[in-house]
């Protein structure tokens, strides 16, 4: 019996990347097209709208949801099909690229993120974990990290700086920041177990890096069924610097300022600071993070 071709929505973000990658897209939806996929690609000027188009494309039915670009669409597309069963492909134009990292799929080379995603197609799609944060009234999904300390101010300024152009953006912004950047006092519960303390910063991963590839948390897993809390204790500028270029290799890990716990279900709780997730802004502390796992289906 021959299997009907999968309908497949494509959504594209033209602005990925700084707009480098604007072919990207229609090359994706070409490609799939002639492998006998049935496209439906949603390209928007702007990314609210863009949001907007693809959740009632989504509410019509599909057999999959591919997008394209960074991970500002991976959030997209997670928000949408988390818990549905529908598999979520991604093709990597953005800056960060951080959930494709983590999946194995090509992050830097668009064309062999696309032959990958074909070869995803004609197996069985994999499942992974995503975690929900509730925050007031309400509920974002998430697949990479939850962000709530230094390094959610500098994804802060990142993401209002027009230049440089690439992940060195967010090395800049994180300069920047240190110059006037003091530890917080944070409530933190993991599992119940409540504890008060200063840090620089609290994320919690269900991935293994965040900023395009700094790697927080390198022995996280997609599909452990865990989230795993990462506190950097207090530092003096000069030491948080010197940390910081360990994060990127995964070298941090033994540090004595650096502390890791595992855990389902995390409150995170501190005056003036602004939680994101997937390098999309959450809001205001406090939040309630917890995993759900298997909630996602990727072509991966």
Do not use: C
Request: charged share 20%; proline share 5%.
């Amino acid at each position: 019996m021959i299997r009907a071709p999968l309908r497949l929505l494509v959504a594209v973000n033209p602005a990925a990347s700084f707009g480098r990658n604007r072919a990207v897209g229609p090359a994706v939806a070409e490609r799939l097209v002639a492998e006998g996929y049935e496209v439906s690609m949603l390209r928007e000027a702007n990314f609210e709208l863009l949001r907007r188009e693809t959740e009632s494309a989504f509410a019509q039915g599909t057999d999959g949801l591919v997008v394209v670009g960074g991970d500002g669409m991976v959030s997209l597309g997670v928000n949408l099909v988390a818990q549905t069963g529908v598999p979520l492909g991604i093709v990597a134009a953005g800056t960060g690229n951080d959930l494709a990292r983590g999946l194995g799929i090509p992050h830097d080379d668009p064309a062999a993120a696309t032959e990958a995603l074909i070869a995803a197609l004609a197996r069985e799609p994999r499942s992974i974990d995503a975690g929900v944060i509730r925050h007031g009234e309400l509920r974002t999904w998430f697949a990479v990290v939850v962000s709530t300390g230094f390094d959610a101010v500098v994804n802060e300024r990142a993401n209002r700086m027009s230049r440089p152009h690439g992940p060195s953006r967010y090395t800049i912004a994180l300069v920047r920041e240190l110059a006037t950047f003091r530890p917080r006092t944070y409530t933190i519960t993991i599992d119940g177990v409540r504890r008060e303390q200063q840090a620089m910063l609290v994320s919690v991963a269900n991935n293994a890096s965040l900023g395009g590839g700094m790697r927080i948390v390198p022995h996280a897993d997609l599909a452990d069924g865990v989230l795993d809390v990462f506190i950097v204790h207090p530092l003096s500028r000069v030491g948080l610097l010197r940390v910081f270029p360990k994060v990127f290799a995964g070298e941090h890990t033994d540090h004595p300022a650096v502390e890791f716990v595992r855990g389902r279900r995390v409150t995170i709780e501190a005056d003036d600071i602004v939680a994101y997730a997937d390098g999309e802004r959450i809001g205001a502390l406090p939040i309630d993070v917890e995993v759900v796992p298997g909630a996602l289906s990727v072509f991966a």
